[in-house]
């Protein structure tokens, strides 16, 4: 391969540069606000509304954070809506309605009906006629599923990569590796999901097909990413990198078996 297809390293340089300026999701800022009784006395609404609280129920509804700028703000709904999951703001079990979280992020509720609904394909919530979505609670054996899946898909063509592709475009995903231990140091499992992502995408990239890349990507964020042992996760990166570069095959074949090992 000649030139660094999309989803590659190169692409993905920024999101190591994010990461590595901290935690870019707002997880320093991650707290749980109490809102508002519906019906309760305008004073009281008006000062929730100015800390970011809302007249709906007692659930907790996720903070504003900086997204990631995609072309439509559906999209970085989405990716909001995917944070507050992963870090646990949306609780499993609970029902959160689009026109309360539209109001939270400062968006009509239609790009959020239509986030939640892609978060409803991809099991992550359900349903709930004339309320909103619930968060689904996946069990052991369907995480240990996915990972499988994953595995079948991902393994086979890492391990051809690994014969193909030259060290020195293996070092380009250094950096990305590296934002993944900054991000599992930070011990918030929102920040590492995005990390965990941002590798496997540019890793995946050097196959040139995006497909690949999009099917992988809808499967990572199906897994659950950030659960376990973040920081033993982001150095099976640092050495995963460190054969490829090396074309260590047999210990490529060896990581990636434990990766997704499940």
């Not at 590296?178 to 050097?206: I, K, M, P």
């Not at 990572?220 to 990198?241: E, K």
Request: hydrophobic letters at 40%; one cysteine or more; a negative charge.
């Amino acid at each position: 391969m000649n030139q660094a297809p999309q989803g590659s390293a190169e692409s993905y340089g920024s999101a190591a540069a994010r990461l590595q300026g901290g935690a870019p999701y707002g997880c320093a800022a991650e707290r749980r606000t109490t809102v508002p009784q519906q019906g309760a006395p305008q004073d009281a609404v008006s000062q929730g509304s100015a800390r970011g609280e809302h007249t709906h129920s007692e659930v907790p509804i996720p903070s504003p954070r900086p997204v990631v700028q995609r072309a439509s703000v559906r999209g970085q709904i989405l990716d909001a809506l995917r944070t507050a999951l992963v870090s646990g703001e949306l609780l499993p079990g609970e029902v959160y309605s689009a026109p309360v979280l539209g109001e939270r992020f400062g968006v009509s509720a239609t790009p959020v009906r239509e986030a939640m609904q892609q978060l409803a394909l991809e099991g992550a919530v359900e349903v709930v006629p004339n309320r909103g979505f619930r968060v689904v609670e996946r069990g052991a054996r369907e995480l240990a599923e996915l990972a499988e899946i994953r595995g079948l898909i991902e393994v086979p063509v890492i391990l051809r990569l690994a014969r193909t592709v030259s060290p020195e475009r293996w070092a380009d995903l250094r950096p990305l590796a590296d934002a993944g231990v900054h991000a599992a140091a930070s011990g918030c499992r929102a920040t590492y999901a995005e990390a965990d992502r941002a590798f496997h995408g540019a890793l995946l990239g050097y196959a040139g097909n995006g497909q690949l890349v999009r099917i992988a990507e809808d499967l990572h964020w199906r897994a659950l990413p950030g659960r376990g042992d973040l920081m033993a996760d982001a150095v099976g990166h640092v050495r995963l990198v460190d054969a490829l570069v090396g074309r260590d095959l047999e210990m490529v074949r060896v990581l990636v078996g434990e990766h997704f090992a499940g």
